[in-house]
Each structure stands twice: as structure tokens, then as C-alpha cells.
């Protein structure tokens, strides 16, 4: 994160990122804090929000982390609430909260499914309500952030699937429903991205990296810093008029199914 701050297309906003404090969620935070808005990270492990929130205000940014589970939705508006105290109205909303270990449907338990459909789809729905009230107004901009397994059926991945779908159903659905009120709803759906935890699990060794980078019609792995130049962009005026849309950002992958990553998973 650079410490000189550009145009600052957020200037005045309060934004609300949960998994903020790591991955793609924390990049997003960055990239918002360049842009002049405040922000509040939420996560359940406090010590890795405040390492986050500490390198954002080292930049000059503002930034606080708030512990929490986005399965609790008690927890969820006790941290909104904060938020609100601490900043102000909240102008945007990124629920990134996510789980994921791949595993083929036989040998995954109940449980490890519905964990994983209580952190990416219960828990994205429990921030999505509980901040409405605070967002509700002209301007305001909520991203979601899904994954291209929602509409690209992938083996080991049917938790997430299923838990991505709901999301991108959901999305669409609010931004009907609140779209009246001014609140904008998207998602962006990123494929491989560099560095972050979920490649490391599907694409733990250098081979699989490879295979799944050369099967791309691009050619590599995304970026951190695009999915977050697209979170930037979707929550900017430049895209007042952009609601319901599902933003994939997968270097081609899904054009071509999921034979690229299968391939990868069997080596």
C-alpha cells in the first residue's frame, strides 16, 4: 500500500469490510484507505485486525478492527454499531467473509458443509441486514464477494458452490429490493488469485500453479490489486447506475469451464 495517496475517490466514506484482515478483503481496505475512506475491518482473530488496521494507519489511512463471527448475527451488529459510533453513517458495505478446504462430497461431513455455508452465505446475509439500517440511503454500495464456482460446477468444491450461489441468488435479490432506497448491491466473482489462502489450498505446489495458470486464456493468476481496483470501482460514482451485477474476474477461466483447475487438483 502505497503512502502517498492518489485521487481519493472515497473521500468521506465509511466503509464496513468483513475478512478484513487478510487476503483480498485486506487489499480492498488498502485500496479504500488510499482513496480517503475510513474503514472498519471485521474478523474473528482481533490480533490479525489490529496488524491490518495498524499498516493502513501507518499510511495515513483510518482504520479500526473489530472481532467477531459473521455466523453470529448479534456479533455482526454490535460491530456495525462501533462502526458507526467510531466513524459515522457507514456508505459501503464488502462482505468477504469466507471458508473453504477442498474435499470431494464423500468425504466431507454435515458439518464441514454447513460451516461453510454459514460463513460465506448465513454470514453474508446477517451482515447484509444488520447494516441496512445504517446504509440505508442515495449512494450507498454494497459488494459481495463470491467465486466462480457459483456458476462453474467444480469436484472438491461443492460446498463453496452451493455456498457462492446463494450469495450471487441473494445479491440479486437485495438489489431489487433496496434498490429504491438508493443502496446499489454486486458481487464480484474473482478466479485464481495470486497469494491469497484459497489458491495456496487448491494449488499447493508449484506444478499444480503451473497448470492452472497455463490453462487460463490469460495466461496467469490475478491480482490482489485488481479484484481490488474492481471493489474500488463498483463502489466509485463511476458506477451509479451498476446494481445486481455478478463482476467475474477470472482471467477467462469460466469461459472455458473448470477443466484447467480439475486437471490441477488430479495431479
Keep these: 500500500m502505497p503512502d502517498v495517496f492518489r485521487d481519493r475517490l472515497l473521500a468521506g466514506k465509511v466503509a464496513f469490510i468483513t475478512g478484513g484482515g487478510s487476503g483480498i478483503n485486506l487489499r480492498i481496505a488498502e485500496r479504500f484507505a488510499q482513496h480517503g475512506a475510513k474503514l472498519a475491518l471485521m474478523g474473528r482473530k482481533q490480533e490479525k485486525l489490529d496488524s491490518a488496521s495498524a499498516g493502513i494507519r501507518a499510511c495515513g489511512g483510518q482504520a479500526l478492527g473489530v472481532a467477531g463471527d459473521v455466523r453470529d448475527y448479534a456479533a455482526v451488529e454490535k460491530a456495525i454499531a462501533r462502526t458507526r459510533d467510531e466513524y459515522g453513517p ?11 478446504f477442498p474435499a470431494p462430497a464423500t468425504g466431507m461431513s454435515a458439518n464441514g458443509f454447513k460451516a461453510v455455508v454459514d460463513i460465506d452465505l448465513l454470514g453474508t446475509f446477517n451482515t447484509c441486514r444488520a447494516a441496512y439500517e ?3 440511503k ?5 459488494v459481495n464477494i463470491s467465486a466462480t464456482f457459483a456458476f462453474m460446477p467444480t469436484p472438491y468444491q461443492c460446498h463453496v458452490g452451493a455456498a457462492k450461489a446463494g450469495i450471487d441468488s441473494l445479491s440479486k435479490t437485495l438489489a431489487i429490493e433496496w434498490g429504491p432506497a438508493g443502496v446499489r448491491v454486486n458481487v464480484i466473482s474473482p478466479g485464481p488469485i495470486d497469494d491469497t489462502e484459497g489458491m495456496r489450498r487448491l494449488a499447493p505446489t508449484e506444478e499444480m500453479r503451473r497448470r492452472t495458470a497455463a490453462a487460463l486464456p490469460l495466461g496467469r493468476f490475478g491480482t490482489k490489486d485488481e479484484i481490488a481496483d474492481l471493489a474500488l470501482f463498483l463502489c466509485s460514482e463511476a458506477a ?10 477470472d482471467g477467462g477461466q469460466s469461459l472455458l469451464g473448470s477443466g484447467g483447475l480439475l486437471g490441477s487438483l488430479h495431479s
Excluded: K, Q
Design 90 to 100: 457507514i456508505d459501503i458495505l464488502v462482505c468477504g467473509a469466507a471458508g473453504n
Design 134 to 136: 445504517h446504509l440505508r
Design 138 to 142: 442515495p449512494g450507498a454500495s454494497v
Design 240 to 249: 451509479a447506475f451498476i446494481t445486481g451485477a455478478v463482476c467475474v474476474c
